[in-house]
């Protein structure tokens, strides 16, 4: 089963209000994400870090802010919640390094954001 | 631009058919291509990974080939079964891993399959 985990799995909130997205892995894994979905569409990366203190903003802006303080935590924050925001956030890690198993992504079930 | 392109965009299939579902990319450089499954409400799953010099794989009733000339994979299913039923998602790697270990992925949108008994 899986060994990454995301809480919530959905969410309802309103607008305005402070949310955060809980990721965490028990791989040992270095490197984690975080990608939105929305139905029928790619994935599209939103954050990544390399390791502990380590983040960076992937290729879609987001709103949104990400802490890695422990290897095995990644979780992403939404100051301000808005309409636009509702979408589906999945956390996922990877080996790092060069052999075949690096960059081979194990996803959490993901968390449902619906802002009204 | 580096992009996938998989097609149908939906196939429905009655259980215990065969079905094929295909990627195009136009990736480069390119390093390899990967067949994740996405359940419903879930996180995608890795089905098999292909390298540059791989053409076909398999991995149970799943056998994906890829052809690195023409830039196009395909992933076969076999004696489909009701809990085919997913979106399969193709996922090429933009470069070779730096230093890092980071590689840039590009997501298709998926196929979405129905298997219906």
């Known amino acids: 089963e899986a060994d990454i985990y995301q809480t919530p799995r959905y969410l309802v909130i309103g607008t305005g209000k402070k949310i955060t997205l809980e990721c965490s892995q028990t791989?040992?894994?270095?490197?984690m994400y975080w990608y939105q979905q929305d139905p029928g569409m790619e994935l599209h990366l939103i954050h990544y870090?390399?390791?502990?203190?380590?983040?960076e903003k992937g290729d879609l802006s987001s709103e949104s802010t990400v802490s890695r303080i422990r290897t095995e935590h990644f979780p992403l924050t939404l100051e301000s919640a808005r309409p636009s925001h509702t979408s589906q956030y999945l956390c996922?890690?990877?080996?790092?390094?060069?052999?075949?198993?690096?960059?081979?992504?194990?996803f959490g079930a993901g968390s449902r954001l619906t802002v009204l | 631009k580096n992009q996938v392109e998989q097609s149908p965009q939906s196939l429905i299939i009655l259980e215990g058919k065969n079905c094929t579902l295909q990627?195009?990319?136009?990736?480069?450089?390119?390093?390899?291509l990967r067949w994740y499954k996405q359940d419903t409400g879930r996180g995608p799953v890795s089905l098999t990974i292909?390298?540059?010099?791989?053409n076909t794989k398999s991995n149970g009733r799943y056998t994906a080939t890829l052809d690195a000339d023409t830039k196009q994979s395909s992933l076969h299913i076999t004696a489909s079964q009701l809990s085919d039923s997913a979106s399969y998602i193709c996922?090429?790697?933009?470069?070779?891993?730096?230093?890092?270990?980071?590689?840039?992925?590009?997501f298709g949108k998926g196929t979405r399959l129905s298997v219906i008994a």
């Open positions: 996922v090429v790697s933009e470069a070779p891993p730096g230093s890092r270990g980071n590689t840039p992925l590009v």
């Open positions: 990627c195009n990319y136009t990736v480069s450089p390119f390093s390899n």
């Open positions: 791989m040992g894994h270095d490197k």
């Open positions: 870090s390399y390791g502990v203190n380590s983040t």
């Open positions: 292909m390298t540059f010099s791989e």
């Open positions: 996922a890690s990877s080996e790092t390094g060069l052999g075949s198993g690096a960059n081979v992504l194990t």
